[in-house]
């Protein structure tokens, strides 16, 4: 059984030993770094499924990391931080963050959040993922709900496609754009909203199960 190897990243050196023991115990396997340049170094030199990265590091900030890592590696990044201020989790998934935890945290919610990660990141490989009453397969870009096809346009099969794959994490508009437009996006993001709200008339009701829900002042997700 292959295991699932997170690298955290953090200064605190008690974080990081509290954090491993969280993770070998939860059946990961675990390293820390307690700064940016040691954390690419280590990146680019060994395997890694996820990483755990702190805001505030010596050499650089959490946020330019994330970036860096995010040119080079295509990894799922939670941020862990104090910071608990709305701009800095925007700022966070601005970035490519991919979710972001409050310190002090609790070690099911830190595991619960790597295991939906990690999830989201193998139902790639099969191209068809379902919830409830809704079956998305990205191959054929093709929508069935309740077993009956929807007309839907690609990029709003792309975008259902993205948010299901990541459900319950929420991602700012910014970062949906990056994500499924594939590009940066520097004017109107209303884009994302025209498309989500095309996707809630043509796909929800009150017995689907599932949402997709407006996190007010960040974003989007998928919750079910």
Known sequence: MTVNRILIIDDDKNICELLELYLQNAGFGAESCNDGRSAMDCLIKQPFDLVLLDVMLPDMTGYALCRAIKEKKDLPV?????????????????????????????????????????????????????????????????????????????????????????????????????????????????????????LRQKLIDDGAGWDIKTVWGVGYKLEG
Not at 133 to 140: G, K, M, R, S, Y
């Open 78 to 198: 939670i941020m862990i931080t104090a910071r608990d201020m709305l701009k800095d989790k925007i700022q966070g998934f601005n970035v490519g963050a991919d979710d972001y935890i409050i310190k002090p945290f609790e070690p099911a919610e830190v595991i619960a959040r790597i295991n939906a990660r990690l999830r989201g990141q193998s139902g790639d490989k099969s191209g068809t993922l379902a919830i409830g009453d809704l079956t998305v397969n990205i191959d054929a870009y093709e929508v069935r709900k309740n077993g009956v096809r929807v007309d839907l346009k690609p990029k709003e099969v792309q975008l259902l496609y993205f948010l299901l794959r990541n459900r319950n994490i929420v991602f700012s508009r910014d970062t949906l754009l990056q994500k499924v437009w594939d590009y940066e996006f520097a004017g109107d993001t209303r884009t994302v909203d025209v498309h989500i709200k095309t």
